[in-house]
């Protein structure tokens, strides 16, 4: 069996020192790389099916899962413009929204596709985020074969990153289309700058720009891959050398025409970085300093830093959400320094013999950057997803450097044939173990509250959750651990209010709306809560002056309008309900509920023939909507017919 061996190749030293070798001395020394003959292509083939093949197999389960309730709502399964399908509309939509305190056009845009083919099927969502990261995968490989001209090191590396159980959150979360996709346009941004780098001309450059534009616009971490393709020109691409007798200033000058080159790319990403800051600041995403001073963001990111690199040798109590903890040991924030910079220390001594590792530790690092948490988005200390793209960094340098000791060392091939494949084997259990517990919210809360602690926002969430099932005592304790964590969590205490009103206590959730309101006293949610709690106490008229405090706080809240419409419906106000629940379907045209509301009073109002057309909307916003559907049929019954008009 063939052996790759790597052999770092040195640059060789140009016969003139005035300058910077010329960009043709370049490209010819990037083409002298191994010529690929017919039987090597074929076992390349056959490594790419079975990558592909393995991938598949233990994500395949996905098929079977749900949507998460945690953003997949917000992104997909609730989100009107997107439930509509690919429409000129959307697509505009797409371009000029913050909506998620984003601005990715291009993964709203696959979305779109998604519901246009497949409806609001969310194993199907997820099986395209599967064939996306077997692309991926391939793509890697592919990049890695062409540029390094090795197979078995190429070939793992792809691998690690196919079955590593920390990038089971960017393939099994649908809502994370946007890593997979920006990681596809990203990885064809590499193989396009080295076509660039094999001959030079605009339309080879034109496509690296094209990649790496599309790929911001899936999402905005690939801020630093120009700096990425700086280092792949030390390596592997070998268009500079460090030359240990000519000092920095002779690498400096080598550089220089590589930056100018890149110059447009910068451009793109400066503009990115423009955009999402204002998005994110633009939906309250972005944390002031006053709520986590600098130096404690410098210290969670050291530590998050050292938990990715543990993490990728020993991926274990993996989560969906990781609370932010202000109180770091320093203890741990000085393991985490030491680690880091032993291994930056170590990386840049040898970037002159073994130049892959300073290329993949620096790729590991500089590609955390974005979201290691200097600039605080959320409120998540770390994040299985951000080790998506950085991994790679990590795998090239394990990776190729266990090779190269292996060559020195005349480790035998079958030797690490065996390591490897435990190794990948071990990584594919851990992973398909992974997988399964996001089939549905529950599991992966649960999961997620037995391996961290203090977490508010899973604590909420799966609150929430499991109130919408009616387990109103298993939410109930959920919503009062929650709690415990911050008595004033707004949101907290009216759904425990919700919840104490659903199982007939109308009174104790009186108080926990009223404990809302000392937190925040324009709360038009409170007082919608409040007057429906009221209702519930037989207390009509009370309810309806809290119905319209609601609409006078909130005067943008459709929710309010559109109970205060019912409230006047029920009290025989005919024209002023519609009046308010067209309000509501103003502010939120894709309410199923505010739509079937309308329905209800043009029904009341004997306008049968109009009211078919707002259940027939509710059915489409909402097709499992089992009122609207009763009511549908009533309509329909007063009109003697089984048609459902064309909607307007």
């Given at each position: 069996m063939r052996r790759d061996r790597l052999r770092p190749r040195v640059a060789k030293k140009p016969k003139s020192r005035s300058g910077a070798s010329t960009a043709g001395q370049e490209r010819a020394h990037a083409r002298s790389g191994p010529v690929?003959?017919?039987?090597?292509?074929?076992?390349?083939?056959?490594?790419?099916?079975?990558?592909?093949?393995?991938?598949?197999?233990?994500?395949?389960?996905?098929?079977?899962?749900?949507?998460?309730?945690?953003?997949d709502p917000l992104y997909i399964r609730d989100n009107p413009v997107v439930g509509r399908g690919l429409t000129l509309p959307g697509i505009a939509w797409a371009f000029t929204t913050f909506h998620a305190?984003?601005?990715?056009?291009?993964?709203?845009?696959?979305?779109?596709?998604?519901?246009?083919?497949?409806?609001?099927?969310?194993?199907?969502?997820?099986?395209?985020?599967?064939?996306?990261?077997?692309?991926?995968?391939?793509?890697?490989?592919?990049?890695?074969?062409?540029?390094?001209?090795?197979?078995?090191?190429?070939?793992?590396?792809?691998?690690?990153?196919?079955?590593?159980?920390?990038?089971?959150?960017?393939?099994?979360?649908?809502a994370e289309r946007k890593d997979t996709l920006a990681a596809f346009f990203g990885l064809l941004t590499l193989i396009a700058h080295a076509r660039y780098v094999e001959a030079a001309s605009l339309k080879r450059y034109l496509a690296v720009v094209l990649c790496l534009a599309l790929g911001l616009m899936a999402k905005p971490m690939l801020v630093t891959w120009p700096f990425v393709l700086l280092l792949l020109d030390y390596w592997p691409l070998r268009?500079?050398?460090?030359?240990?007798?000519?000092?920095?200033?002779?690498?400096?000058?080598?550089?220089?025409?590589?930056?100018?080159?890149?110059?447009?790319?910068?451009?793109?990403?400066?503009?990115?970085?423009?955009?999402?800051?204002v998005a994110q600041s633009h939906g309250g995403a972005v944390r002031a300093l006053v709520d986590?001073?600098?130096?404690?963001?410098?210290?969670?990111?050291?530590?998050?830093?050292?938990?990715?690199?543990?993490?990728?040798?020993?991926?274990?109590?993996?989560?969906?959400?990781?609370?932010?903890?202000?109180?770091?040991?320093?203890?741990?924030?000085?393991?985490?320094?030491?680690?880091?910079?032993?291994?930056?220390?170590?990386?840049?001594?040898?970037?002159?013999?073994?130049?892959?590792?300073?290329?993949?530790?620096?790729?590991?690092?500089?590609?955390?950057?974005?979201?290691i948490g200097l600039v605080q988005v959320g409120g998540q200390a770390l994040a299985d997803r951000y080790h998506y793209l950085p991994s790679i960094g990590l795998f090239i340098a394990i990776v190729f450097g266990v090779a190269d000791v292996a060559a020195v060392k005349r480790i035998g091939a079958v030797a690490l044939a065996a390591v490897a494949g435990i190794v990948l084997a071990a990584f594919a259990t851990l992973t398909a173990f992974q997988a399964a517990l996001w089939k549905d919210s529950v599991t992966l809360f649960e999961h997620t509250l037995a391996v961290t602690t203090d977490n508010l926002v899973i604590e909420y969430n799966l609150g929430h959750v499991l109130g919408e099932e009616k387990k109103y005592a298993e939410?109930?304790?959920?919503?009062?651990?929650?709690?415990?964590?911050?008595?004033?969590?707004?949101?907290?205490?009216?759904?425990?209010?919700?919840?104490?009103?659903?199982?007939?206590?109308?009174?104790?959730?009186?108080?926990?709306?009223?404990?809302?309101?000392?937190?925040?006293?324009?709360?038009?949610k409170a007082h919608t809560q409040i007057?429906?709690?009221?209702?519930?106490?037989?207390?009509?008229?009370?309810?309806?002056?809290?119905?319209?405090?609601?609409?006078?706080?909130?005067?943008?809240?459709?929710?309010?309008?559109?109970?205060?419409?019912?409230?006047?419906?029920?009290?025989?106000?005919?024209?002023?309900?519609?009046?308010?629940?067209?309000?509501?379907?103003?502010?939120?045209?894709?309410?199923?509920?505010?739509?079937?509301?309308?329905?209800?009073?043009?029904?009341?109002?004997?306008?049968?023939?109009?009211?078919?057309?707002?259940?027939?909307?509710?059915?489409?916003?909402?097709?499992?909507?089992?009122?609207?559907?009763?009511?549908?049929?009533r309509a329909q019954a007063m009109l003697g017919t089984r048609a459902i008009p064309e909607r307007p």
């Open positions: 690929v003959a017919p039987a090597r292509r074929s076992g390349d083939l056959w490594i790419l099916a079975a990558l592909a093949i393995t991938t598949l197999a233990i994500y395949a389960q996905v098929v079977g899962h749900s949507f998460i309730d945690l953003d305190a984003n601005w990715h056009p291009l993964t709203w845009l696959s979305h779109m596709l998604d519901v246009e083919l497949f409806g609001l099927d969310a194993g199907r969502h997820l099986l395209v985020n599967v064939l996306i990261h077997v692309a991926n995968t391939l793509l890697l490989f592919r990049f890695l074969r062409r540029t390094t001209g090795t197979r078995w090191p190429s070939a793992m590396v792809a691998a690690l990153f196919a079955l590593h159980p920390l990038h089971v959150e960017s393939v099994a979360w649908a268009r500079i050398a460090w030359h240990s007798g000519e000092g920095f200033a002779r690498f400096a000058r080598d550089v220089k025409p590589l930056l100018v080159e890149k110059i447009p790319l910068f451009a793109i990403v400066a503009a990115s970085m423009v955009v999402t800051y986590e001073p600098f130096s404690l963001r410098a210290a969670n990111a050291v530590v998050s830093c050292a938990k990715y690199l543990v993490g990728t040798v020993w991926p274990h109590d993996l989560a969906v959400y990781y609370p932010f903890n202000a109180d770091i040991p320093a203890g741990q924030i000085a393991a985490s320094l030491l680690l880091v910079g032993a291994l930056t220390a170590f990386a840049l001594a040898n970037a002159r013999t073994r130049p892959y590792l300073a290329v993949g530790w620096l790729w590991f690092l500089g590609t955390l950057v974005p979201v939410a109930s304790a959920h919503f009062a651990e929650a709690l415990r964590i911050d008595p004033d969590f707004l949101d907290a205490l009216i759904n425990m209010g919700m919840t104490l009103a659903s199982e007939g206590k109308p009174d104790e959730a009186i108080g926990y709306f009223e404990r809302a309101l000392k937190v925040a006293p324009r709360s038009s007057a429906l709690a009221r209702m519930q106490e037989g207390r009509p008229d009370d309810a309806l002056a809290e119905f319209r405090r609601a609409v006078e706080l909130g005067p943008d809240d459709a929710d309010a309008h559109d109970n205060l419409g019912l409230m006047l419906a029920r009290q025989g106000k005919a024209d002023e309900a519609m009046r308010e629940i067209g309000e509501a379907l103003r502010i939120d045209p894709g309410s199923a509920d505010a739509h079937n509301n309308m329905g209800l009073v043009l029904l009341a109002s004997g306008r049968a023939r109009e009211s078919i057309v707002h259940f027939d909307e509710a059915l489409r916003l909402k097709p499992d909507f089992a009122v609207a559907r009763q009511n549908l049929a």
